[in-house]
């Protein structure tokens, strides 16, 4: 199955045209998850559609992800509120590196919170700068990029799992006749689906000039000890060439030009083929004699 992020389009804005009306009093159930470098406190609703200890543990499952990313949560501190409505987990959203959304539909059940990649997107809206609204595909590329590697490298997603998702969304975010680079065509598809081909193919680059020993796990870890968490807002040009600063390439800012100044259109059926994906009939088997195997298998590597 395809992940589908359709149903989070009409909350998952712009961070800075984002804007939610809700009731900001506690509700009646709050705790506080202690985390490496940080903490998060839990608000959420009462009676829950769940267990109690089966929210705390769909949070923390998705802070262990991104902490392990960068060897420590992303914040010193985030409160985090669950609100009631929809079906199953929608409507997130971030703000400003303080402050996380998330809503239940009364019909979720375990499985779909042992499955959901939106809590572990919206942290790592935490950890890496805000940018103006044009630019807004670096922002959202990123979350959707590094939030299914950072689930695969401790084993909550499976390799086939990544890989099949990418080969099925990723067409979404090639660009149209009339399309004029991510940097000013705006549709759903070019911003989510077309900023994570950004990341994938950074990765990809930043791997092939580094021989696998530099990654954008180097760059977002370099931007985001340097101070650009989620609080900070950058241009992108600064945010671009500190990703190039963190992995010693210039492959952001020529991904850029490609990509972001113009409507590129990488030959992905080349791509699969040179990393040895192989998509038949919705599944996804390997080739370990393809060119590039080496780096496809890096990306999904288990935390060393």
């Known amino acids: 199955m395809i992940r589908t992020k359709l149903i989070a389009l009409i909350f998952l804005l712009p961070h800075a045209a984002r804007a939610e009306t809700a009731d900001d009093a506690h ?12 903490s998060i406190t ?11 200890t089966d929210i705390t543990d769909w949070i923390t499952r998705a802070a262990s992800a991104i902490t392990h990313f960068y060897g420590r949560y992303p914040v010193k501190h985030v409160d985090i509120y669950v609100y009631p409505g ?13 402050r996380i959304n998330l809503h239940l539909g009364n019909d979720t059940t375990r499985p779909d919170l042992l499955d959901d990649w939106m809590s572990t997107h919206e942290m790592f809206h935490l ?30 997603i499976t390799p086939e799992k990544f890989w099949t998702d990418l080969v099925e969304g990723l067409p979404q975010g090639l660009p149209g006749p009339e399309d004029r680079g991510l940097d000013h065509t705006h549709t759903w598809g070019r911003t989510y689906w077309g900023g994570s081909l950004f990341w994938l193919l950074a990765d990809i680059r930043t791997r092939q000039q580094t ?28 945010l671009l060439n500190a990703y190039d600063r963190a992995t010693n390439t210039n492959v952001f800012t020529q991904l850029n030009q490609e990509l972001g100044e113009h409507p590129g259109k990488p030959d992905l059926d080349a791509l699969w083929k ?26 999904t590597a288990p935390e060393k």
């Open 27 to 38: 509700p009646p159930f709050t705790q506080t998850l202690p985390q490496t470098g940080g």
């Open 42 to 52: 839990l608000h959420a609703p009462e009676p829950l559609p769940l267990p109690r």
């Open 86 to 98: 929809g079906s199953g987990i929608n409507g997130g959203i971030e703000y400003n590196g303080q």
């Open 127 to 156: 950890s890496q700068p805000d940018v103006d609204d044009d630019n807004n595909w670096i922002s959202e590329g990123m979350a959707d990029y590094l939030e299914p590697v950072a689930r695969v490298r401790i084993h909550q």
């Open 211 to 238: 021989h696998n020993q530099k990654s954008v796990r180097d760059a977002a870890t370099g931007v985001l000890n340097s101070g650009g968490d989620g609080s900070q807002t950058w241009s992108l040009k600064d």
């Open 274 to 299: 040179s990393l040895g994906i192989i998509y038949k009939n919705g599944n996804v088997t390997f080739n370990d004699s393809a060119p590039q195997a080496d780096i496809r298998k890096a990306i």
